[in-house]
Nanobody, 123 residues
């Protein structure tokens, strides 16, 4: 099992930036993909960004392309989500997830989830 702990959420004005971190522990050797999802109350959880843990390909939702960047530090076993140009529509709870597969988009493929970190963007 992999344990994930997110940090870095908070309140920011529209146009501002935040960087989320996701520290992994446990059976981290099994991780193939790490990703960020987000969820607004009453809505389904949605894909934001993903990164192959070893080989580097990254993937983004159209809504965040050009504004968000996912990265990783393999030595620290930590994934990051740099969020720039934030808008009120980005307000959500952001979840880090880890998968032993490379099927980066499908929520059921992610076996491990963090508890989430709240991001609020004020207009």
């Amino acid at each position: 099992q992999v344990q994930l702990v997110e940090s870095g959420g908070g309140l920011v004005q529209a146009g501002g930036s935040l960087r989320l971190s996701c520290a992994a522990s446990g059976r981290t050797f099994s991780i193939a993909t790490m990703a960020w999802f987000r969820q607004v109350p009453g809505q389904e959880r949605e894909f934001v960004a993903a990164s192959s843990w070893r080989y580097g390909p990254t993937y983004y939702a159209d809504s965040v392309k050009g504004r968000f960047t996912i990265s990783r530090d393999n030595a620290r076993i930590t994934a990051y989500l740099q969020m720039n140009g934030l808008t009120p529509e980005d307000t959500a709870v952001y979840y880090c997830a880890a998968s032993t597969t490379t099927d980066y988009y499908a929520i059921p493929r992610y076996e491990s989830w963090g508890r989430g970190t709240q991001v609020i963007v004020s207009s």
